[in-house]
């Protein structure tokens, strides 16, 4: 069975800057997605970046960027220039590719200082 | 499009009694989820559906627990009779599904908060 697992529990990080939260995954499939989401205080989901496994090259959005290792199974989140607004709990997500269902991480708060 | 939509946003019932909370997934998808998320399990995969079919409910905690899809663009979900240790959120989310591409981004509705007392 697949299985997602973030190791850090909470995380702070000063306003400006760079921030990374881990992801490892165990899985034994060859094709699969990860995503990250994020969940403000108002608790909606919010997708931040996808990346497809057979893709080498590492997703990009904006400010968030993502770190994937596939042999390592590791998705690391990359955040620059951290703003308030980032506060908020980050969950990554394997999407099965057999069944399109998700196993969610047991997440990572993230604090952002002034 | 308004996105997945739940109701009602917030539940309060005393134990014992029944709770029905409703989806209505965005129009076009094919595959719908029901999560919960509490603070001790974070968020479990409790059923979902492919074209309006129950594919796994294996997350289904117990026979108190049931869900629905009559048609395409409405879930429903169950607790009968609702226990204090199903206060949680409970979310709803839905995906292009099979067919749907080569990826299923799964977009979430913004929860119901139930508390049993």
């Known amino acids: 069975a697949q299985t997602v697992t973030q190791s850090q529990p909470e995380m702070s990080v000063q306003e400006a800057e760079t921030v990374t939260l881990s992801c490892t995954y165990d899985t034994s499939e060859s094709n699969y997605y990860l995503f990250w989401y994020k969940q403000p205080p108002s608790r909606q989901m919010i997708l931040v970046i996808r990346?497809?496994?057979?893709?080498?090259q590492n997703a990009t959005e904006n400010r968030f960027s993502v770190n994937f290792q596939k042999a390592a199974k590791s998705f690391s989140l990359k955040i620059s220039d951290s703003q308030l607004g980032d506060t908020a709990m980050y969950f990554c997500a394997f999407e099965d590719s057999g069944t399109y269902k998700y196993i969610f991480g047991t997440g990572t708060r993230l604090k952002v200082l002034a | 499009d308004a996105g997945v939509i739940q109701s009602p946003r917030h539940e309060v019932t005393e134990m014992g009694q029944e709770v029905t909370l409703r989806c209505k997934p965005i129009s076009g998808h094919n595959s719908l989820f029901w999560y919960r998320q509490t603070m001790m399990r974070g968020l479990e995969l409790l059923i979902y559906f492919n074209n309006n079919v129950p594919i796994d409910d294996s997350g289904m905690p117990e026979d108190r627990f049931s869900a629905k899809m009559p048609n395409a663009s409405f879930s429903t979900l169950k607790i009968q009779p609702s226990e204090p240790r199903d206060s949680a959120v409970y979310f709803c989310?839905?995906?292009?599904?099979?067919?749907?591409?080569?990826?299923?981004?799964?977009?979430f509705g913004p929860g119901t908060r139930l508390t049993v007392l």
């Open positions: 990346q497809e496994a057979y893709k080498q």
């Open positions: 989310a839905s995906s292009l599904g099979y067919g749907g591409g080569s990826y299923n981004e799964q977009f």
